[in-house]
Structures are given as C-alpha cells and as structure tokens.
C-alpha cells in the first residue's frame, strides 16, 4: 500500500497551532486529520519503517499510530511538541507489535515443545515465521482465538479474561485448554500439508 504525503493544490494550508490542529482533531475535524497527516506522516513513516526495518507491517503500524493519535487527540496539553508526542505514541506500537511477535514466537515454541508429533527439523522449519501461526490462529473459532490471544498474547490473567469475556475462571481454563488443543491439531494437519 503507497501512501502519499504530499498535499494538493485543492488542500487548506496546513493548521500549525499544535493545541488547535489537536483540539479540532479530537471534535472529529478530518480536515486536521488531513493537515496532520501532512505535516507528520513522512517524520512517523520514517520512523516507523526504521524501527521495523522496514517490515511488511509498518504501514499497518503508521495507519495504527495515526488512529491512535485521532483517538487521543484530547489528551494533547501542548506541553511539549507535538511532533515528540507522536514520535512517542509510534515507538510504543512498535513496542507493541515487536512484544506480540516476540509472544506469538514464544506461544509457537511452547505449542510444539509440548506435542511430540513433527521432528525437530519439521520444527524448526515452522518456527522461522510468524506468519505461520497467525494463519493457524486465523483458522481457530474467534472464541478460542480470543482465548489464546488474550492470555499469551496479551498476558492477560485467567480471573482478567473472565472478567472480560463474562466467564468463570474455570471456565476460562477448560476453553483455554481446548483451544490449545484444537491450535495444536491445526498445526499438526497444516504441517501435514506443509
């Protein structure tokens, strides 16, 4: 996905009042979402692709960023630069997305750590990408994704997705061992086929 920065002749002049481009983003103006945008999405691309090494993902992440800066809009004081504030809201989602991929990892080596079924090899050849296990858990019921999501991904207590999913602890811990289970037959079959 290409995303152009530069703006059109037909585009107002940029909104340089930091406090004001802020407070007209957070009532929902798309105009300062558009001024803000050129103003700061080459500085937040750059930065973004530098810390991903410019991984597929950091368009996604910029779009992330921006949505969250729209988000946030409100809680911008002016107290120092808008341009730090988004530099800091962009390093944490790359934060963020380098912590999920590090947990998907993780969840990945613990799921084939605990079944004997594939060799080594046939191991180590799964684990070289995450985006294998993003498939499986894509094939997953969103019941037992949102399970497995929120505990390994999100590091989320049991009594927290109970809380969250409007479940018993216990229950949460059954399905969370079923959806562990079912992940694992995914695997297996996908490794079959692999």
């Known amino acids: 996905m290409e995303i152009s920065w530069k703006a059109s002749a037909l585009d107002l002049q940029p909104i340089t009042d930091e406090c004001q481009l802020m407070q007209r983003l957070a009532a929902g103006d798309n105009l300062a979402m558009q001024s803000l945008i050129a103003q700061f999405g080459p500085m937040l691309q750059r930065l973004i692709g530098r810390l991903t090494a410019w991984d597929d993902a950091s368009d996604d992440l910029l779009q992330e960023v921006l949505v969250k800066a729209w988000d946030r809009a409100s809680e911008f004081r002016g107290t120092g630069s808008l341009e730090g ?53 894509a094939q997953l019921h969103h019941q037992d994704r949102a399970l497995l999501v929120l505990f390994y991904l999100e590091e989320r207590t049991g009594d927290e997705i109970g809380r969250l999913l409007n479940l018993k602890v216990e229950t949460v811990h059954v399905r969370l061992h079923r959806a562990r289970q079912r992940l694992k037959q995914i695997m297996t079959q996908d490794q079959d086929y692999a």
Do not use: G, P
Request: proline share 0%; with cysteine.
């Open 85 to 137: 504030w988004l530099r800091q809201i962009a390093v944490n989602q790359c934060r963020n997305h380098f912590r999920s991929q590090d947990l998907l990892r993780r969840m990945k080596t613990w799921l084939w750590h605990n079944t004997n079924e594939a060799s080594e090899n046939q191991q180590l050849h799964q684990m070289e990408t995450a985006e294998w296990t993003r498939h499986n858990l």
